[in-house]
Each structure stands twice: as structure tokens, then as C-alpha cells.
């Protein structure tokens, strides 16, 4: 994910938004590698949001900041963004992996999500279009069987130029999507 938004975003100005920013991982990398542009990281829990606030610091890294809330719900109305990324709960609750390696110390709510594991990227998907500049892009991490079933979800949202990402193993991954008002 970081790496797609990275190439995308390359050259660009404006600020990036991470939702679900969780220890700040992404957020953080964004920031180091962007140090001339703002990040903002939301979490829903006020625990994600202090880990990610002492990994910056940790890191030095400035040009970060984070919030609580659910998805947009911190974000001031009229702020815009030119690149929202998220690694959203994607998997659906029926998913036999949920009892199966190290995902069963997760947190569930950090994993699953209705709608097949697409609730969440629907939602952010419909929401983003009143945070994206003109020509800003959305980008979604998701399961490696669900590229054609985001894609589907962005276009019928109106987002232009949507393409998936294959990860290193060659799987669907990343898919993201540029918003043009028409």
C-alpha cells in the first residue's frame, strides 16, 4: 500500500490521510518518505492512537498527526486531502483463517467486517468523494479475492483511472481509485 501511494502521489503536494491507522505504520512510512507533506492517522481506539503518537515520536518523525474516532468522524468538515489510504477490516467473519495462525490474537474488529469483508471499504469509498481534492486518490489494501469486487465498488462511486495492485506473491492487494467531480 505504501508503495502504490507513493508512486501515485509522487511529485505531489497536499496532505494524506491514513483511516484505521492502527499502530501507525503506514502513516509513519508515508511521513518519512514525504517529510515536505502533513499525514493525519485516525484509529477508532484511543490505545491505537497513543501507540502510533510514541512510534513517531520514537521515530522523530514531525509531520505527523493522529486522531480518534471512527473513519471521518475527527476530521474537520472542508478539510481535503490529496491521498486517503486504508488497510480496513476486510475479511469476512466466516473466514475459516480467522482461527489459524497469528491472526486469532487480533482483535476481531480490526479484521472482519460485513458485506463479504467489504462493509468498510463501501463506506470510506462513499465517504472519501467530500475529503479528496480534485484528483486525489483513494487506495484500499484488501484480500487477495476481492480486487474485482473493489473495483466494482469504486467505479460505481464515480472514481476514475481504478486499478489493482498485485502483491509480491502476485495476488490482488492494493486497488485505488481517482476522484474527478463531475
Not at 479528496?132 to 469486487?149: P, R, S, T
Not at 473493489?150 to 467505479?155: F, P, S
Request: hydrophobic fraction near 35%.
Amino acid at each position: 500500500l505504501v508503495e502504490v501511494a507513493l508512486d501515485k502521489t509522487y511529485g505531489q503536494t497536499g496532505s494524506i490521510l491514513d483511516l484505521g491507522t492502527g499502530t501507525g505504520a503506514i502513516a509513519l512510512a508515508l511521513a518519512s518518505e514525504l517529510p515536505n507533506r502533513q499525514v493525519m492517522g485516525v484509529d477508532l481506539k484511543q490505545e491505537a492512537k497513543e501507540l502510533a503518537e510514541y512510534n513517531a515520536a520514537q521515530l522523530n518523525i514531525k509531520n505527523v498527526t493522529f486522531d480518534q474516532g471512527s473513519w471521518f468522524e475527527p476530521i474537520a468538515e472542508g478539510t481535503k486531502f490529496a491521498l486517503i489510504v486504508s488497510n480496513p477490516p476486510y475479511i469476512d467473519e466466516k473466514d475459516p483463517h480467522l482461527s489459524q495462525g497469528d491472526v486469532r490474537f487480533e482483535p476481531k474488529s480490526a479484521l472482519v467486517a460485513d458485506e463479504n469483508g467489504l462493509a468498510d471499504i463501501r463506506h470510506i469509498s462513499d465517504l472519501a468523494r467530500q475529503y479528496l481534492e480534485e484528483g486525489g486518490w483513494l487506495a484500499f489494501e484488501h484480500g487477495y479475492d476481492q480486487g474485482e469486487a473493489v473495483r466494482e465498488i469504486m467505479r460505481g462511486f464515480g472514481y476514475q483511472q481504478v486499478v489493482t495492485e498485485k502483491d509480491y506473491g502476485g495476488n490482488d492487494r492494493v486497488t485505488l481509485g481517482c476522484y474527478q467531480p463531475s
